[in-house]
């Protein structure tokens, strides 16, 4: 089991129904995508922040950590949209030959938006995969009707890349016990190595993990028993309030004659 599979089951919350748990995600997410608002994004991020750490009972630095990932694709996105080539009225510029890099206003608002925007879809995605399984969000997909190949698609890739990561943490280890990464020189060297190998060492155990699934009488469908779940009433009663709570500052910062 790797160790991102551990966080649903010491979940606080892992006994609530999956459905009401993926209704919730899509409740919230369209809340965020249609904010315009950095002030609310803000506000809707510190608070699946604390949720999630609440319910999964995981640190915050260790949370940030598992988020810096797609929050480092973020990052380098909304760069590209912050900066321009010549533009109007800069806020800041540099002079590269012919060409001038700046940031106008209008850009940086709008680079803004996009990172709060996005790190708040990251945080309700975040609350929701670190406390529902893999197994449990497929048994609500197939309720809903999504076909068969798409789910054994995502569980794959699911599976193989935690196996890909678990190669490469192995062979990092490895190297680093020899003394790979003593200098820079050395560390670079060390790194490209790992970058081969790993796909490689990857590729084997993925394909031993197929054949393993067709000693068991894999035949194209993958199926997981179904939990016991309970109704969670108060689970339902905390994501009225939070969800209502939420719906009233997005209009009353709407409201606001300046909307931050």
Known sequence: MHYFDCYPIQ??????????????????????LNSHSVLFLGIELLVFLTITVFTVRISLWRLLRLMAIPASFVLLGGLSVVLELNPVHPVFSMNAGVVTFGVSASGLQQGT??????????????????????????????????????????VLVYRNIFILSD???????????????????????STAQLGG????????????????????????????????????????????????????????????????
């Open 11 to 32: 979940s606080r919350i892992r006994k609530v129904h999956p459905g009401y748990k993926l209704g919730w995600f899509v409740l919230y997410t369209l809340l965020g």
């Open 113 to 154: 938006l996009i990172l709060f925007r996005s790190f708040s879809g990251i945080a309700v995605l975040y609350a929701l995969v670190l406390n529902t399984s893999i197994s449990d969000m497929i048994y609500v997909l197939r309720k809903l009707k999504v076909p068969e190949v798409v789910l054994d698609l995502m």
């Open 197 to 260: 190998s790993a796909f490689i060492l990857a590729g084997v155990r993925a394909e031993q993990l197929f054949h393993s699934m067709e000693s068991r009488g894999y035949t194209g469908k993958i199926y997981s028993l179904p939990a016991e779940w309970e109704t969670g009433k108060k689970f339902i009663l905390a994501s009225v309030i939070i969800f209502v709570g939420l719906l009233g500052l997005y209009f009353l910062i709407g409201l606001m004659p300046n909307n931050i």
């Open 167 to 189: 190669t490469a943490q192995r062979i990092y280890i490895a190297q680093k016990s020899r003394m790979g990464h003593r200098n820079l020189k050395t560390s670079f060297r």
